[in-house]
């Protein structure tokens, strides 16, 4: 790519504000895509992914890919509907959980699992920003509504930063949400932490992706089928013409400035770095898969499509391997979203509120019913979906479904509303309703992080040990 003219004179202000924009643009055209896998690749496939020898990272026992994906409903659950009768394998699904009952024996239900870290303490109002922020970080957030937000690095990142390297996509971002990084939401917190669930660093969020459309051809390329694999090659060509401008352009500019604002551009060039990196790991894999389906149009009107949506595009990213970590955040906490499609015309915020009034608290067991029923839709295709093992895409899979809020009436963050589905590829004891007494939820992620292959990681959050019961 040709070289832009130099300025007359150097305006540092305007030059941030040009890297900046850059960076942003480089990091949204960012390509990472994966191979599907068939039962004949194997060991061919684990050994193009791993090396030689295929990898304890992230696989299970014979070899398929072992993946973990977090959902997170918001503001809480009706506790009454939520909760099974009964414990152990002779449990009973409760109202909200009976859209699950064909994979029943694929399901642990988890009570006693709590998140100290999001009560109030001395910080006060906000437990809405704190569920969401402490979920997968088990860390208490600063309370900011400043750029010096502050948490703690997420489970699915920590898993990310090691096992990433095995698909073409380190983990996987998605929202039914708006995207904010910034500005003051839920009493004096930042929205940073309403609205992300991933974080990369104690201070640095990972975005999720709320268009459909976008994810599609991230992963699988853009155009019509039979067009994506020459548009794939024309955007890596595109992308190694733009870093390499970026890397000639920063050269000069590291010359003129000061130390704070080289550890900037450091920081700046390391994004840069993992661009290149991707790209490669992109071209290693070869060319990309088919999902023999149509690119969305883009984010639905209905909030119900959207959902399917976009679980159906977490589902692909499993299937075809692209990638072993994901989350997907349905709303963030505090979420006053209305669903006429239902017949309820009043916010979920407001409804969680319900004071115990009876047209209340039955429409927020309906809410939570209808959040369920989506759910049970995503695990059902899973299900059906055959691994390169034989197994379904489910066995070989932990997919946590929760929220940071217990009880929204009261704002508690003791026994959370959590259940896993799959089964790990057979490490894990499914069917059963586990009472595990008062523990952190972060231990559960020391357990998830040791089935993954990470067995290096001493704690997440404020994790105590882990969950051997599971």
Not at 33 to 58: D, H, K, N, V, Y
Not at 79 to 90: I, K, L, V
Not at 297 to 310: K, L, Q, R, S, V
Request: aromatic share 8%; glycine share 10%; net charge neutral.
């Amino acid at each position: 790519m040709k070289k832009l003219p130099a300025p007359t004179s150097f305006d540092l202000a305007a030059h941030r504000h040009h890297a900046l924009s850059r960076r942003q643009f480089l990091r949204g055209v960012g390509v990472s895509l994966a191979l599907p896998l068939f039962e004949s690749a194997i060991p061919g496939a684990l050994r193009a992914a791993t090396g030689p020898a295929a990898s304890p990272l992230a696989t299970t026992s014979t070899g398929a890919p072992l993946r973990m994906a977090f959902v997170y409903f918001p503001n809480g659950a009706h506790q009454d509907n939520w909760w099974p009768s009964g414990e152990g394998s002779g449990f009973q699904l409760g109202k909200t959980m009976e859209p699950l009952t064909p994979l029943k024996s694929s399901l642990q239900v988890l009570g006693g699992l709590d998140h100290q870290n999001a009560k109030a303490g001395n910080d006060g109002a906000g437990d809405h920003a704190r569920a969401n922020a402490t979920f997968l970080t088990g860390a208490r957030a600063r309370k900011t509504d400043s750029a010096d937000i502050q948490v703690g690095v997420s489970v699915d990142q920590v898993v990310a930063q090691r096992v990433g390297h095995l698909t073409r996509y380190a983990s996987l971002e998605l929202s039914c949400d708006s995207v904010r990084k910034s500005g003051r939401c839920d009493s004096g917190y930042s929205c940073a932490y309403q609205y992300n669930l991933s974080w990369r660093s104690p201070s640095v969020p990972m975005a999720p992706e709320p268009n459909p459309r976008l994810v599609f051809e991230r992963l699988f390329g853009t155009g019509p089928a039979a067009e994506r694999q020459a548009a794939f090659r024309h955007r890596q060509a595109t992308q190694k013409s733009l870093l390499d401008f970026v890397l000639e352009d920063t050269r000069s500019l590291q010359r003129d400035l000061g130390q704070t604002d080289r550890a900037k551009l450091d920081e700046y060039l390391t994004g840069v770095r993992e661009i290149e990196q991707r790209i490669q790991r992109a071209e290693s894999f070869g060319d990309l898969p088919d999902p023999h389906a149509d690119t969305p149009a883009g984010i639905p009107g209905n909030y119900g499509e959207h959902m399917d949506i976009m679980y159906d595009l977490l589902a692909m990213a499993f299937e075809t391997d692209s990638t072993r970590v994901a989350t997907l955040l349905l709303a963030g906490d505090g979420s006053n979203k209305a669903y006429p499609q239902i017949g309820i015309p009043e916010g979920h915020h407001y409804c969680s509120h319900h004071r115990n009034d009876p047209d209340l608290v039955n429409k927020i067991a309906r809410i939570d019913r209808y959040y369920m029923d989506h759910f049970a839709r995503f695990l059902k295709r899973l299900e059906e979906k055959k691994d390169i093992d034989g197994r379904s895409v489910l066995h070989n899979s932990m997919i946590v479904y929760g929220c940071g809020n217990s009880d929204g009436n009261r704002h508690t963050h003791d026994n959370l509303p959590i259940l896993m589905a799959g089964r790990a590829g057979g490490t894990l004891n499914s069917g059963r309703y586990l009472q595990l007494g008062g523990r952190p939820m972060s231990n559960l992620f020391l357990s998830m992080t040791e089935r993954m292959g990470v067995k290096d990681v001493a704690r997440i959050g404020d994790s105590s040990g882990v969950v051997k019961e599971v």
